[in-house]
């Protein structure tokens, strides 16, 4: 394999990782905000949005991104 490609992959496979841990870390913030969530007593039926929602949607949102992104680059090879 040429050097240039090498170091190419390498690049590539460094981005994949630095996504990959921007996804475990995004998970885990989901994981905890939801785990919170259901620790607290019940509350109204509906309540409205709040920036603790906003803020989740958010990181699956990054999340969707971030895999978006992964599958692309494994598309083009």
Do not use: F, H, W, Y
């Not at 690049?11 to 607290?40: N, P, T």
């Not at 803020?55 to 895999?67: M, S």
């Amino acid at each position: 394999m040429p050097t240039a490609n090498l170091l190419g992959m390498e690049l590539d496979l460094d981005e994949s990782s630095l996504a990959i841990g921007r996804i475990e870390r995004a998970l885990s913030r989901i994981e905890k905000a939801l785990s919170d969530r259901a620790s607290r007593p019940a509350a109204a039926p509906i309540p409205p949005p709040t920036s603790e929602q906003s803020a989740l949607k958010a990181e699956v949102v990054a999340v969707i991104g971030e895999l978006d992104r992964l599958i692309a680059e494994a598309d083009r090879g």
